[in-house]
């Protein structure tokens, strides 16, 4: 059953408000600079870009930074709004690619540091390690070999691990315990 919003509940949410030649004019003064349409934008917008990074990044600080970076990319391309479809899906689009690539960038970039700063030899830089590596994850079931070297291999998340395979989030947990359960029990 498909829930409908009341007028009180959409006027409390700007970016619920039905699209249209409101939005357009909106849009288009403040690409002109208009101080008073780039404040309402502003007000519109913000608070939705927020949302969006709290929910991406589940964590206040990170949502900061990804708001900021969205924000940017909104600012840059608002002349690009052309009004055929709604400011808020228009976006929301924008928003979600752009922190999800700032997302991907940071923990790339954490991945390549705590890589470089590691005591221990990695498997690409170590043949021996890479064949031993190789043949312990050989043992492991598949489902749950995809779920441990998505995780710990690649630096995927719980959440995008369970999107990648269409399992569940505990599933992706329990695959990841007993894959790293049979590795203990195969190593010396």
Same mark, same amino acid.
């Given at each position: 059953?498909?829930?409908?919003?009341?007028?009180?509940?959409?006027?409390?949410?700007?970016?619920?408000?039905?699209?249209?030649?409101?939005?357009?004019?909106?849009?288009?003064?403040?690409?002109?600079?208009?101080?008073?349409?780039?404040?309402?934008?502003?007000?519109?917008?913000?608070?939705?870009? =927020? #949302?969006?990074?709290?929910?991406?990044?589940?964590?206040?600080?990170?949502?900061?930074?990804?708001?900021? &970076?969205?924000? &940017?990319? /909104?600012?840059?391309?608002?002349?690009?709004?052309?009004?055929?479809?709604? *400011?808020?899906?228009? /976006?929301?689009?924008?928003?979600?690619?752009? /922190?999800?690539? =700032?997302?991907?960038?940071?923990?790339?970039?954490?991945?390549?540091?705590?890589?470089?700063?590691?005591? &221990?030899?990695?498997?690409?830089?170590?043949?021996?390690?890479?064949?031993?590596?190789?043949?312990?994850?050989?043992? &492991?079931?598949?489902?749950?070999?995809? #779920?441990?070297? *998505?995780?710990?291999?690649?630096?995927?998340? /719980?959440?995008?691990?369970?999107?990648?395979?269409?399992?569940?989030?505990?599933?992706?947990?329990?695959?990841?315990?007993?894959?790293?359960?049979?590795?203990?029990?195969?190593?010396?």
């Amino acid at each position: 059953m498909m829930q409908v919003e009341t007028a009180s509940a959409v006027s409390g949410r700007p970016w619920l408000r039905a699209s249209g030649s409101g939005e357009r004019e909106l849009v288009a003064r403040a690409v002109a600079g208009e101080r008073r349409a780039v404040a309402e934008l502003w007000r519109r917008v913000a608070p939705r870009v =927020h #949302a969006i990074a709290r929910a991406m990044t589940r964590n206040a600080a990170e949502a900061d930074d990804a708001a900021q &970076v969205a924000m &940017v990319e /909104i600012w840059r391309h608002l002349e690009g709004f052309d009004g055929s479809g709604a *400011l808020a899906g228009w /976006i929301r689009v924008i928003a979600w690619r752009r /922190i999800a690539r =700032h997302l991907a960038r940071t923990r790339r970039d954490a991945r390549r540091e705590a890589a470089d700063t590691d005591d &221990v030899a990695a498997p690409e830089r170590d043949p021996g390690a890479r064949v031993a590596l190789g043949a312990l994850l050989r043992d &492991v079931p598949g489902a749950q070999r995809e #779920a441990l070297w *998505l995780h710990h291999g690649c630096g995927w998340s /719980i959440e995008e691990v369970a999107a990648h395979t269409g399992a569940p989030a505990n599933t992706v947990k329990s695959r990841m315990r007993l894959a790293l359960a049979a590795l203990r029990s195969r190593t010396p």
